[in-house]
């Protein structure tokens, strides 16, 4: 979950910061309720504190988007850290820890969750020093928020407070208050021998001077132990050069350095503590100069190195077992360990980050089962024995990336159809249920808040919606969704993170506290129901110098800042305990709406009854003896030596001294636990001075351990209401006057007494919207009789009165009976409302892959209702009921096409029949562009596209002809098309199928006059021939370079044949300004001659000499597109026709074909594109035995040419050889 503190400015020659780390059970955060606490959990925290120059207190988080927490810098990056684990159960309980949550992805997205074992319960604080600037490459980066706003600008209105010393690079103006308490400061100096002054030590980490960051754990407990790993981080190196581990056994008094003991050259970079055991510790060198973990069992005193083979990014402790942990390595393979980390083995590779979680004790069946979510599948596996066999698939079918989140006893996946996603949950492990959120929700983005009591509260932003949310909650199920409050205030982090105005109150079940946006102004609502019924606070009737405030409701109110601190004991703008119930402190304003200027102080001792001022500046309030006493420090960019404390609910406050010289603060480490007596702050003298630690303790200023008769009664109550929640809550709370210690053996004393049900304990139950009057009527889109859909199932079902009563609400009697639904037999109906889908919600398949097809009945008797499903293929099948195929029916398709697959629910009462059209696809694997080489200007020619495999099911076409930015799109592969232009044209196919585009591109020159010849080669050639496509290029070069002797290259075209024996064809062109346009019938006999004579020959290697021949004696002009024939000229077309006729019968009768054209079927399947020469051979699929005949013929023949493909193309699957028909 993500805490945020406000940067205070820090001086520039102070530019320190402080992160604090204990382990809280958190996973990545993507979304976060102001704080939202989880009443009966708490494991250890992580904690951070930031001082840094030139920038605000921002959001600052116990950990990054990958369940890892950061170093934040002055340059506004961040520096991640490896994540650490916790469990649920610790004893130290955290009453203000924000809820973890996680989006339900609908693109980058998903349900965000609250991992429950991701810190560990000790407490570690991360500082850091000035200097720090950049983030870490390759580090997981923390989401957070950080305030924007310049020097002079007043506070962001949602940023937080911390302690410590800022002033920007750019110089802040110091306010007045500010320099009243630097005289103020002067004039205790002078008489401190009157001042309260606490006891105190100090001691500095000499040569650490330069560590620009630390890490600290105080186990707490009854242990007086405390480690401390400093370390200097260089930003433009991007690691850790330097690092230093001290070691203190006395809370904190002095401190050893332990260099020796783990190896003086060893850089350390991160810090661990197991959840289960304190005493085990475990130590991650820095990657960059070794990968390896220091682990020790006796807290720190003694350490033991062991070697990695790979980078950890985040571990999760497992909730019982303290040496089972996993690893999240940053080759995206999770990794187990059952030695705490003495030996690691693989669990599964590409593991989707921070998607993996340790199994629930009294929901899942094994206790080392782990959920992951691997390649868009939700998967469980065997901690030791993750084997396809082993694995289970509790979801049928893809969800979509990121998305899947464990939390509690539910599950939560998201599958996206038709552009909406589609939210699945599970609980108790139970088949996954679409999540129903009212009808016209329509939800653009989605975040599960809580799970706690057996309900689920989830965010939603709606369609209509900006920067608001609205709250949802469930009933025990998760399924059923109903409004609890409209438009509450979001902000994004700089990683587009989502925090929501929602603080839920330590110590009181039931209570919140919410930003609502509400006419442009943002107002402060309290709620003590759950969410029920909400209203504004009523402001203080005096200010803190006793003046009379005129605020009247609704027109004026109470708003508060809803940001909580990483820091349990470092408060935030709001801070509430478990062990104090009813003190609030938080910081606010007073007005119309929620400003950010004029903050104040104010704190409640009635849960929010009636509430005071206790400063007119922000300061940082923390819980000392479980509530007992309140310490208060000031933020200010100045050093200081005094802090306030309060015996009486912040009635009163003392000032007293805890240093002799004033300090710059960056930060406070408090004992873990509730009962602290103990701190340490966290300072420097100067800029350049070593780590300044200063233990107080406030033992001292006791007088006493408290008894019984120190105690009073608290009735709890909501403007004088006392029944909420269906009970009357009495609370034992310390006298305001009783200055004693509460100590480690008080517990919170709580008398409570059930009150009789009112319609105040019931919320409207789905379906159902709340009116003026307070009553619940169904909504417009809702029929009642559809809440009978469990009849499908049961023989039963509950038959809604509109109400449902409030979860965790302990009212009895009353009106019960009245309000609560009532069970009845299901009506005898005919079957209405049937839905079939695929259970991943898509309409395509692939060939020979397993389609689950999912039937739902809305109404009907499903006992007695048959199904039967067709699937469009000739098989059909028939089931006795609705139940019988409630996880699915399965069916494998084994041809290619369109099925029209229908499913029929039939009982004696009538039937209801519904279609789902699917297609059936197979992977398109290449296409192949069939063109000429050259073609004749204005004449139609062919151009297909051939698939392979040819039937894929189906595609589109989308053609581009030369510079034609508009493309022609058709549903066949073949388009016929004319060339007006002579030169080269470039012709481009696309196919689109499925979810693959595939493309070839040729290039044909286009003349109005040429002549074509076939030619061979002597028989060595085919003995280098691979007959690939970049070969046959190569050789069509040398060919027309061994050829051009004789002529202008410009007229020659030449291109190598795919197949065997190898062939090529050259083209004439005219030479315009000799010829007039038409080929000169001289230079091609020049060229026959040189050839006949084996005159044209060239080198393929040495010692390889190749002939180059003509395959054909005669050179008739081949096109001549004139109008003006002479005699000569039609008698040689006489002359090919009686040829042609001669051809058709030797190919008809000896299946031999001596023509010259084959190639325009048969082109290379890849782009080609000739540098020289400016027509590129193609390539095609290797031939078959008729082109071999073809090649072999001699006999002359002068043809016309024929511009459209020859034959067809044929492929398959197989890829075979092609057919001539």
Same mark, same amino acid.
């Not at 690939?1028 to 030449?1054: C, F, G, H, Y």
């Given at each position: 979950?993500?805490?945020?503190?406000?940067?205070?400015?820090?001086?520039?020659?102070?530019?320190?910061?402080?992160?604090?780390?204990?382990?809280?059970?958190?996973?990545?955060?993507?979304?976060?309720?102001?704080?939202?606490?989880?009443?009966?959990?708490?494991?250890?925290?992580?904690?951070?504190?930031?001082?840094?120059?030139?920038?605000?207190?921002?959001?600052?988080?116990?950990?990054?988007?990958?369940?890892?927490?950061?170093?934040?810098?002055?340059?506004?990056?961040?520096?991640?850290?490896?994540?650490?684990?916790?469990?649920?159960?610790?004893?130290?309980?955290?009453?203000?820890?924000?809820? =973890?949550?996680?989006?339900?992805?609908?693109?980058?997205?998903?349900?965000?969750?609250?991992?429950?074992?991701?810190?560990?319960?000790?407490?570690?604080?991360?500082?850091?020093?000035?200097?720090?600037?950049?983030?870490?490459?390759?580090?997981?980066?923390?989401?957070?928020?950080?305030?924007?706003?310049?020097?002079?600008?007043?506070?962001?209105? &949602?940023?937080?407070?911390?302690?410590?010393?800022?002033?920007?690079?750019?110089?802040?103006?110091?306010?007045?208050?500010?320099?009243?308490?630097?005289?103020?400061?002067?004039?205790?100096?002078?008489?401190?021998?009157?001042?309260?002054?606490?006891?105190?030590?100090?001691?500095?980490?000499?040569?650490?001077?330069?560590?620009? *960051?630390?890490?600290?754990?105080?186990?707490?407990?009854?242990?007086?132990?405390?480690?401390?790993?400093?370390?200097?981080?260089?930003?433009?190196?991007?690691?850790?050069?330097?690092?230093?581990?001290?070691?203190?056994?006395?809370?904190?008094?002095?401190?050893?350095?332990?260099?020796?003991?783990?190896?003086?050259?060893?850089?350390?970079?991160?810090?661990?503590?197991?959840?289960?055991?304190?005493?085990?510790?475990?130590?991650?060198?820095?990657?960059?100069?070794?990968?390896?973990?220091?682990?020790?069992?006796?807290?720190?005193?003694?350490?033991?190195?062991?070697?990695?083979?790979?980078?950890?990014?985040?571990?999760?402790?497992?909730?019982?077992?303290?040496?089972?942990?996993?690893?999240?390595?940053?080759?995206?393979?999770?990794?187990?360990?059952?030695?705490?980390?003495?030996?690691?083995?693989?669990?599964?590779?590409?593991?989707?980050?921070?998607?993996?979680?340790?199994?629930?004790?009294?929901?899942?069946?094994?206790?080392?089962?782990?959920?992951?979510?691997?390649?868009?599948?939700?998967?469980?596996?065997?901690?030791?024995?993750?084997?396809?066999?082993?694995?289970?698939?509790?979801?049928?079918?893809?969800?979509?990336?990121?998305?899947?989140?464990?939390?509690?006893?539910?599950?939560?996946?998201?599958?996206?159809?038709?552009?909406?996603?589609?939210?699945?949950?599970?609980?108790?492990?139970?088949?996954?249920?679409?999540?129903?959120?009212?009808?016209?929700?329509?939800?653009?983005?989605?975040?599960?808040?809580?799970?706690?009591?057996? &309900?689920?509260?989830?965010? $939603?932003?709606?369609?209509?919606? =900006?920067?608001?949310?609205?709250?949802?909650?469930? /009933?025990?199920?998760?399924?059923?969704?109903?409004?609890?409050?409209?438009? $509450?205030?979001?902000?994004?982090?700089?990683?587009?993170?989502?925090?929501?105005?929602?603080?839920?109150?330590?110590?009181?079940?039931?209570?919140?506290?919410?930003?609502?946006?509400?006419?442009? /102004?943002?107002?402060?609502?309290?709620?003590?129901?759950?969410?029920?019924?909400?209203?504004?606070?009523?402001?203080?009737?005096?200010?803190?110098?006793?003046?009379?405030?005129?605020?009247?409701?609704?027109?004026?109110?109470?708003?508060?800042?809803?940001?909580?601190?990483?820091?349990?004991?470092?408060?935030?703008?709001?801070?509430?305990?478990?062990?104090?119930?009813?003190?609030?402190?938080?910081?606010?304003?007073?007005?119309?709406?929620?400003?950010?200027?004029?903050?104040?102080?104010?704190?409640?001792?009635?849960?929010?009854?009636?509430?005071?001022?206790?400063?007119?500046?922000?300061?940082?309030?923390?819980?000392?003896?479980?509530?007992?006493?309140?310490?208060?420090?000031?933020?200010?960019?100045?050093?200081?030596?005094?802090?306030?404390?309060?015996?009486? /609910?912040?009635? $009163?406050?003392?000032?007293?001294?805890?240093?002799?010289?004033?300090?710059?603060?960056?930060?406070?480490?408090?004992?873990?636990?509730?009962?602290?007596?103990?701190?340490?702050?966290?300072?420097?003298?100067?800029?350049?001075?070593?780590?300044?630690?200063?233990?107080?303790?406030?033992?001292?200023?006791?007088?006493?351990?408290?008894?019984?008769?120190?105690?009073?009664?608290?009735?709890?109550?909501?403007?004088?209401? &006392?029944?909420?929640?269906?009970?009357?809550? $009495?609370?034992?709370?310390?006298?305001?006057?009783?200055?004693?210690?509460?100590?480690?053996?008080?517990?919170?004393?709580?008398?409570?007494?059930?009150?009789?049900?009112?319609?105040?304990?019931?919320?409207?139950?789905?379906?159902?919207?709340?009116?003026?009057?307070?009553?619940?009527?169904?909504?417009?889109?809702?029929?009642?009789?559809?809440?009978?859909?469990?009849?499908?199932?049961?023989?039963?079902?509950?038959?809604?009165?509109?109400?449902?009563?409030?979860?965790?609400?302990?009212?009895?009697?009353?009106?019960?009976?009245?309000?609560?639904?009532?069970?009845?037999?299901?009506?005898?109906?005919?079957?209405?409302?049937?839905?079939?889908?695929?259970?991943?919600?898509?309409?395509?398949?692939?060939?020979?892959?397993?389609?689950?097809?999912?039937?739902?009945?809305?109404?009907?008797?499903?006992?007695?209702?048959?199904?039967?499903?067709?699937?469009?293929?000739?098989?059909?099948?028939?089931?006795?009921?609705?139940?019988?195929?409630?996880?699915?029916?399965?069916?494998?398709?084994?041809?290619?096409?369109?099925?029209?697959?229908?499913?029929?629910?039939?009982?004696?009462?009538?039937?209801?029949?519904?279609?789902?059209?699917?297609?059936?696809?197979?992977?398109?694997?290449?296409?192949?562009?069939?063109?000429?080489?050259?073609?004749?200007? =204005?004449?139609?020619?062919?151009?297909?596209?051939?698939?392979?495999?040819?039937?894929?099911?189906?595609?589109?076409?989308?053609?581009?002809?030369?510079? =034609?930015?508009?493309?022609?799109?058709?549903?066949?592969?073949?388009?016929?098309?004319?060339?007006?232009?002579?030169?080269?044209?470039?012709?481009?196919?696309?196919?689109?199928?499925?979810?693959?585009?595939?493309?070839?591109?040729?290039?044909?020159?286009?003349?109005?006059?040429?002549?074509?010849?076939?030619?061979?080669?002597?028989?060595?050639?085919?003995?280098?021939?691979?007959?690939?496509?970049?070969?046959?290029?190569?050789?069509?070069?040398?060919?027309?370079?061994?050829?051009?002797?004789?002529?202008?290259?410009?007229?020659?075209?030449?291109?190598?044949?795919?197949?065997?024996?190898?062939?090529?064809?050259?083209?004439?062109?005219?030479?315009?300004?000799?010829?007039?346009?038409?080929?000169?019938?001289?230079?091609?006999?020049?060229?026959?001659?040189?050839?006949? *004579?084996?005159?044209?020959?060239?080198?393929?290697?040495?010692?390889?000499?190749?002939?180059?021949?003509?395959?054909?004696?005669?050179?008739?002009?081949?096109?001549?597109?004139?109008?003006?024939?002479?005699?000569?000229?039609?008698?040689?077309?006489?002359?090919?026709?009686?040829?042609?006729?001669?051809?058709?019968?030797?190919?008809?009768?000896?299946?031999?074909?001596?023509?010259?054209?084959?190639?325009?079927?048969?082109?290379?399947?890849?782009?080609?594109?000739?540098?020289?020469?400016?027509?590129?051979?193609?390539?095609?699929?290797?031939?078959?035995?008729?082109?071999?005949?073809?090649?072999?013929?001699?006999?002359?023949?002068?043809?016309?040419?024929?511009?459209?493909?020859?034959?067809?193309?044929?492929?398959?699957?197989?890829?075979?050889?092609?057919?001539?028909?």
């Amino acid at each position: 979950m993500e805490r945020g503190i406000r940067y205070c400015r820090v001086n520039a020659f102070c530019t320190l910061l402080l992160i604090l780390f204990a382990w809280v059970p958190v996973t990545k955060t993507v979304i976060t309720c102001r704080s939202c606490h989880l009443l009966d959990k708490w494991s250890g925290r992580e904690l951070l504190v930031r001082m840094d120059s030139g920038v605000d207190f921002g959001k600052v988080g116990d950990k990054n988007g990958d369940g890892s927490t950061a170093l934040f810098n002055s340059a506004g990056a961040e520096t991640g850290q490896p994540d650490c684990g916790a469990t649920d159960n610790c004893e130290h309980a955290h009453s203000v820890r924000k809820r =973890n949550t996680d989006r339900l992805r609908s693109e980058k997205m998903p349900l965000d969750d609250k991992r429950k074992s991701m810190r560990s319960y000790g407490k570690v604080y991360s500082l850091k020093r000035p200097g720090s600037q950049g983030s870490a490459p390759g580090e997981p980066h923390h989401r957070v928020r950080r305030s924007t706003q310049g020097p002079g600008s007043p506070p962001s209105a &949602r940023s937080l407070p911390a302690f410590g010393n800022s002033t920007g690079r750019s110089a802040r103006r110091v306010p007045r208050s500010d320099l009243r308490w630097n005289r103020e400061e002067r004039r205790t100096a002078t008489s401190r021998q009157e001042e309260l002054k606490l006891t105190s030590s100090t001691f500095a980490l000499t040569g650490d001077s330069a560590h620009n *960051q630390a890490m600290v754990h105080w186990s707490g407990q009854n242990s007086s132990v405390i480690l401390m790993l400093t370390k200097l981080y260089d930003f433009n190196l991007g690691s850790v050069t330097e690092s230093s581990l001290w070691r203190s056994t006395d809370y904190g008094t002095t401190y050893e350095k332990l260099n020796e003991k783990v190896g003086v050259k060893t850089i350390l970079s991160y810090l661990y503590v197991s959840p289960n055991n304190k005493r085990k510790i475990m130590l991650l060198t820095d990657p960059e100069v070794e990968s390896s973990l220091l682990i020790s069992s006796d807290e720190g005193a003694t350490y033991q190195k062991y070697r990695l083979n790979f980078y950890i990014l985040s571990l999760l402790f497992h909730p019982e077992q303290e040496d089972w942990i996993l690893a999240y390595g940053h080759d995206q393979k999770l990794y187990s360990s059952v030695e705490f980390g003495r030996r690691w083995q693989l669990v599964h590779e590409r593991v989707a980050p921070n998607r993996f979680y340790w199994s629930k004790l009294g929901l899942d069946k094994e206790p080392g089962l782990i959920h992951l979510e691997t390649k868009a599948l939700y998967v469980t596996c065997k901690l030791q024995n993750c084997t396809d066999a082993n694995k289970g698939k509790p979801f049928p079918g893809y969800i979509d990336p990121n998305s899947l989140v464990v939390q509690d006893e539910y599950v939560f996946v998201q599958v996206s159809t038709g552009g909406r996603p589609i939210y699945y949950v599970s609980s108790r492990r139970d088949v996954f249920t679409p999540m129903k959120l009212p009808k016209y929700t329509l939800p653009k983005d989605l975040h599960v808040i809580s799970t706690d009591e057996n &309900r689920v509260v989830a965010a $939603v932003q709606e369609w209509n919606q =900006n920067d608001t949310y609205n709250l949802y909650v469930s /009933e025990a199920g998760g399924i059923y969704y109903t409004l609890a409050l409209e438009n $509450v205030m979001s902000s994004m982090g700089p990683e587009g993170n989502v925090m929501i105005d929602l603080y839920e109150v330590a110590g009181i079940k039931g209570m919140f506290l919410a930003n609502k946006k509400q006419n442009n /102004e943002v107002k402060t609502y309290i709620t003590y129901n759950k969410g029920r019924d909400w209203r504004l606070l009523q402001a203080p009737s005096a200010d803190l110098r006793g003046n009379r405030i005129h605020c009247m409701l609704p027109y004026c109110s109470l708003h508060l800042h809803l940001q909580v601190s990483a820091n349990p004991y470092t408060s935030g703008n709001i801070a509430s305990r478990e062990s104090a119930p009813g003190i609030i402190v938080a910081s606010g304003s007073i007005g119309a709406e929620l400003t950010s200027s004029n903050v104040s102080m104010f704190i409640t001792s009635d849960a929010g009854n009636t509430w005071r001022q206790i400063f007119d500046e922000e300061y940082s309030v923390l819980y000392l003896d479980q509530g007992g006493a309140l310490v208060a420090i000031r933020h200010t960019p100045l050093p200081i030596r005094h802090l306030w404390l309060s015996f009486d /609910e912040g009635r $009163v406050w003392n000032k007293y001294s805890f240093t002799s010289s004033p300090l710059f603060v960056d930060g406070v480490l408090g004992e873990p636990g509730e009962e602290t007596l103990i701190m340490t702050i966290f300072g420097h003298v100067s800029h350049r001075s070593e780590w300044q630690l200063v233990k107080i303790d406030f033992r001292s200023i006791f007088n006493r351990r408290c008894i019984e008769s120190d105690y009073v009664p608290w009735d709890l109550h909501d403007q004088g209401e &006392r029944c909420l929640m269906g009970v009357k809550r $009495v609370y034992r709370k310390l006298k305001p006057i009783a200055r004693c210690v509460m100590g480690k053996t008080y517990s919170v004393t709580m008398i409570s007494e059930p009150c009789d049900c009112t319609e105040s304990d019931f919320e409207c139950d789905y379906g159902f919207e709340r009116r003026a009057d307070g009553k619940c009527t169904p909504a417009f889109w809702f029929l009642p009789s559809s809440m009978s859909r469990t009849c499908t199932t049961e023989h039963t079902f509950l038959n809604s009165t509109g109400y449902r009563k409030v979860v965790s609400n302990n009212c009895t009697r009353g009106v019960m009976e009245q309000f609560t639904a009532r069970r009845q037999p299901c009506p005898s109906r005919a079957p209405r409302g049937l839905h079939l889908v695929t259970s991943e919600g898509k309409l395509t398949a692939t060939t020979a892959s397993n389609v689950t097809f999912l039937v739902f009945l809305e109404e009907g008797d499903g006992s007695k209702t048959s199904i039967t499903v067709d699937f469009g293929d000739g098989n059909a099948f028939t089931y006795s009921n609705v139940s019988s195929i409630e996880d699915g029916i399965k069916h494998i398709y084994k041809n290619v096409g369109i099925y029209r697959v229908s499913a029929t629910a039939e009982n004696t009462l009538g039937s209801e029949t519904v279609l789902l059209f699917l297609h059936i696809t197979c992977q398109l694997e290449s296409i192949h562009l069939s063109a000429p080489f050259v073609a004749v200007k =204005n004449k139609e020619v062919n151009l297909t596209a051939v698939l392979s495999p040819s039937q894929v099911g189906t595609v589109t076409y989308i053609w581009w002809f030369g510079n =034609n930015s508009e493309p022609v799109i058709t549903l066949e592969g073949s388009v016929a098309f004319t060339f007006s232009r002579e030169g080269i044209s470039v012709v481009t196919v696309q196919v689109s199928g499925g979810n693959t585009i595939l493309q070839d591109r040729k290039t044909v020159a286009v003349h109005e006059y040429f002549r074509s010849h076939l030619l061979a080669f002597s028989s060595n050639l085919d003995d280098h021939n691979p007959d690939v496509a970049e070969w046959r290029l190569d050789v069509s070069r040398v060919i027309k370079t061994s050829m051009v002797q004789v002529m202008n290259p410009e007229q020659l075209l030449v291109t190598v044949l795919p197949g065997l024996p190898t062939a090529a064809e050259f083209f004439l062109l005219p030479d315009k300004q000799l010829t007039e346009g038409k080929p000169d019938k001289t230079l091609s006999e020049l060229v026959l001659s040189a050839l006949n *004579q084996n005159l044209v020959q060239f080198t393929l290697r040495p010692g390889v000499q190749i002939t180059v021949y003509a395959a054909h004696l005669s050179a008739a002009p081949l096109v001549d597109t004139s109008e003006n024939h002479s005699g000569s000229a039609m008698l040689m077309l006489l002359s090919v026709v009686v040829v042609g006729l001669a051809v058709f019968l030797i190919y008809k009768f000896k299946r031999k074909i001596p023509g010259l054209h084959v190639y325009a079927a048969m082109q290379d399947e890849k782009e080609q594109e000739m540098i020289q020469s400016p027509v590129s051979p193609t390539d095609s699929t290797p031939s078959c035995s008729s082109q071999r005949e073809l090649l072999t013929s001699l006999e002359p023949l002068d043809t016309e040419p024929n511009t459209q493909t020859i034959g067809e193309y044929h492929t398959d699957s197989k890829k075979e050889c092609t057919s001539l028909d």
